[in-house]
């Protein structure tokens, strides 16, 4: 059964790690198709951080648009999968490091997660996506 839009942006708001699907390029290739952390509150914008120069950024960028997809298997199977363009390619801050690791990680893991990661992973940026097409689906008891 379809979920409401209520109880899709609900569910996507809920820190599941997505999978997020991009366009590989015209080669005949395969979406490129990594797990990804990503922050979204109803009703707005999704967004990433990722590596400024990584391929899913340049790939982003060439494509202008990207797909997420999250799902679980308990209480029921349940699954939503949202695409649409890139609206803002930025910098990334601290604070915004800070607020994704704090939704995916124990609050006694954040500071030290994030100390590491601003350091060791290289100039970073926030990628802004606008939800524009949705498919979702609650397949019941697993």
Do not use: N
């Not at 029921?76 to 930025?90: A, C, K, L, N």
């Not at 801050?93 to 290289?122: C, I, N, P």
């Amino acid at each position: 059964m379809a979920l409401s839009r209520e109880e899709r942006e609900q569910f996507l708001a809920e820190p599941h790690i997505a999978a997020l699907a991009v366009d590989a390029g015209e080669d005949g290739r395969a979406p490129l198709t990594v797990p990804i952390w990503y922050q979204y509150a109803p009703g707005g914008d999704i967004w990433i951080m990722t590596g400024r120069d990584s391929r899913k950024g340049r790939l982003i960028a060439e494509s202008g648009r990207f797909c997420l997809m999250v799902d679980r298997v308990e209480p029921t199977v349940r699954y939503v999968s949202v695409e649409g363009p890139v609206t803002e390619t930025v910098p990334a801050t601290r604070e915004q490091l800070v607020e994704m690791s704090s939704r995916y990680l124990a609050a006694q893991k954040v500071e030290g997660y994030v100390d590491f990661a601003w350091k060791e992973h290289g100039d970073q940026v926030v990628i802004h996506m606008r939800p524009q097409r949705w498919v979702s689906s609650d397949l019941g008891e697993a």
